[in-house]
């Protein structure tokens, strides 16, 4: 049976179906990766120093040519490139969305056959207005992730033609029989990755939530806290299992059947978290409530406050915005989202006297400001 069409015949576009929940914060982030290597070439892990240097320019040159950007730019930092673009931007870090190898020694590494056990840098660059981050150089030759507001196919399709046209300029390695060729196997046949961040917390409190997730993973989905425990913190605090991210690790098949079965998985999970909080709501569930209220008075009498335990606690609070439960100006959100972040080891390192560690600082400085914004709830 054919869809519908406009006026002109032509085949009517389906709305994004996320623009159908009546909540905001169950659906946080959709993000797409392509895994890509050159062809009669080593992968990363194997491969040498001088390798790699040979490596990321043939891969830098291709994107230059492939996107019609002028020759990137070396800092100080050799693993960076400052590439000319509209507008013009350059990513030291990223943080959340995308899972760089460590860059300061933390955690575990990936090292190659030479390096001599340093941890392997990927190069970063960002491409096409900044919807897309590209890693050079990383676990493979290039990796290309999207993370925009729009729907998995619309992601695959800027992702996939700007790899299309990298591809022209230095060929892909790709095998008849396994597909796209990568130095993780889960990422061999359609070499890419679909990842959507939700919010759970509906599920969670209903107390459904182990059924939803057992049954992802019955489907073959990969499902993961967001926020687990972060390096570098004095017993980091668990997840407490709110905040998910499912992605998906089956890579047979065509790439259209993937991101359609992704995209329908997400849409159903997203529709199971709506009719729970919808519930919870109608019944004015006791647990509900407190819930929240424990949440907030957490962060409103905390003396310190790790990141992971500051993440966690701004959600919630989110949560109980979107459900009407708290009214919160747009200035105290924006702090709850973004100073667990800013307030880095360095950025906190600079003023600290001699022999206190910055983790510390971090976890005390985080407090004031939860206080001064959570205790507005307080009755």
């Not at 190069?123 to 999207?146: P, W």
């Not at 049954?215 to 998910?244: H, K, Q, S, T």
């Amino acid at each position: 049976m054919e869809g519908p069409r406009t006026r002109n015949g032509a085949p009517r576009r389906s709305r994004d179906w996320r623009g159908d929940l009546p909540f905001r914060t169950v659906l946080l982030h959709r993000a797409v990766g392509l895994y890509r290597n050159l062809a009669d070439t080593i992968f990363p892990p194997r491969s040498s120093p001088e390798g790699d240097a040979v490596v990321r320019q043939r891969v830098v040159e291709a994107v230059r040519k492939s996107s019609g950007l002028s020759a990137p730019r070396h800092l100080e930092n050799p693993d960076s490139f400052l590439v000319e673009s509209a507008p013009l931007r350059f990513v030291e870090r990223v943080l959340d969305p995308f899972p760089l190898p460590p860059r300061d020694g933390g955690g575990a590494s990936e090292q190659g056959a030479g390096d001599g056990g340093a941890t392997r840098r990927p190069s970063v660059m960002v491409l096409k207005r900044g919807q897309v981050l590209a890693l050079v150089g990383g676990e493979d030759h290039l990796t290309l992730f999207c993370r925009t507001d729009g729907p998995f196919s619309a992601q695959f399709k800027t992702l996939s033609s700007l790899a299309d046209s990298i591809g022209k300029v230095s060929p892909f390695a790709r095998s008849d029989e396994y597909g796209w060729l990568a130095s993780d196997p889960d990422h061999a046949g359609a070499g890419m990755v679909l990842s959507c961040d939700v919010c759970l917390m509906g599920l969670c409190v209903s107390r459904t939530l182990d059924q939803s997730l057992r049954a992802l993973d019955r489907l073959g989905f990969d499902v993961y806290p967001i926020y687990g425990p972060f390096p570098a913190e004095d017993n980091p605090l668990d997840a407490p299992g709110c905040l998910y991210r499912v992605a998906s690790v089956r890579n047979a098949g065509s790439a259209r059947d993937i991101v359609g079965r992704m995209d329908a998985v997400c849409r159903e999970l997203a529709r199971q978290e709506q009719n729970a909080r919808l519930t919870l709501l109608r019944r004015h569930s006791p647990d509900l409530f407190d819930f929240v209220r424990r949440a907030i008075a957490s962060g409103a009498w905390c003396s310190s406050l790790q990141l992971s335990e500051a993440l966690e606690i701004a959600q919630v609070v989110f949560f109980a915005a979107d459900l009407g439960l708290v009214r919160i100006s747009a200035k105290d959100a924006s702090d709850l989202a973004r100073t667990p972040f800013a307030l880095t080891d360095e950025a906190v390192s600079r003023d600290l006297p001699a022999g206190y560690e910055a983790r510390h600082a971090r976890a005390a400085l985080a407090a004031p400001l939860f206080r001064r914004i959570l205790k507005q709830f307080q009755a």
